[in-house]
């Protein structure tokens, strides 16, 4: 999981349930280290996550053939390239999932006015080549209206606010990405894994998700062996607002059944 707000309306529920949580931000993010600032690279952030659980196998009372792995919207795609490297973890969950780029960036791209698809492209190529040089990252903000030059534009990319930081708890969350994502997203495929996971998978879609939809989700849970899918009425962002009751039910009883405590016997 992360320490970015969307952790803090899952992790409360999960340790009331009894379970220890692990949180942590992908490096150049948050609060951990890394510079330059805002820039994601898919393998770094998987090695992130590898990181994770290699540190949550040394905490005293943690049974390292007991520990699962959770994910939402680009993270819930890195679980699938996790857990398929992880033969060890008990269980693992991919909430609302990026998993299948290339078929997804056709639809966000059609969320975009064609200027601000554009300017967003030549944004994206001077970022990357000023990368090459060593400037600074050019920044784009992550969500957006649709004739914004942000990284996502979809009808429901906005309710993000709403839906991971309703009190405003996070007045320094900063909501910006380099802008060099535009050109990485379309390629990112992580579903491709899914036949490689051995452990069992839960995958929680939106029927009405706008910013990764829910049909390549669906499709790569069934290249899982040990594999359930969810569905829940709703856009991206409503296991966090009005499917959130359903969502956590749900996710609480697939990590009861699969990480009760084994026979001593």
């Not at 939106?206 to 359930?228: I, M, T």
């Amino acid at each position: 999981m992360t320490k970015e707000p969307a952790s803090d309306l899952f992790a409360a529920r999960f340790n009331d349930a009894g379970f220890a949580i692990l949180a942590f931000d992908h490096r150049r993010f948050g609060e951990s280290g890394g510079a330059p600032r805002q820039i994601v690279r898919f393998d770094e952030q998987v090695a992130d996550w590898h990181a994770a659980i290699e540190c949550a196998t040394g905490l005293p009372d943690v049974d390292p053939d007991r520990i699962s792995v959770w994910g939402f919207s680009l993270a819930g795609g890195h679980v699938f390239r996790v857990a398929a490297d992880h033969p060890r973890l008990v269980c693992a969950i991919a909430q609302t999932p990026l998993v299948d780029g290339p078929a997804v960036a056709p639809h966000a791209l059609r969320s975009m006015t064609p200027l601000a698809a554009l300017r967003l492209f030549c944004r994206g190529v001077a970022d990357a080549l000023g990368g090459l040089v060593g400037r600074p990252p050019l920044l784009v903000p992550t969500a957006g209206p649709r004739g914004a030059v942000a990284s996502l534009t979809t009808s429901d990319a906005m309710d993000g606010d709403r839906a991971l930081d309703p009190d405003r708890r996070h007045a320094n969350w900063e909501q910006t990405v380099a802008a060099r994502i535009a050109l990485q997203i379309g390629r990112y495929r992580p579903g491709r894994h899914a036949s490689r996971i051995r452990c069992p998978l839960l995958v929680v879609v939106c029927d009405q998700d706008q910013s990764v939809l829910p049909g390549p989700a669906v499709r790569a849970a069934r290249n899982a062996p040990r594999s359930e899918v969810v569905h829940l009425t709703g856009s991206h962002y409503a296991p966090f607002l009005e499917e959130h009751e359903q969502a956590v039910a749900a996710e609480i009883s697939f990590l009861e059944k699969h990480l009760e405590p084994r026979d001593p016997r």
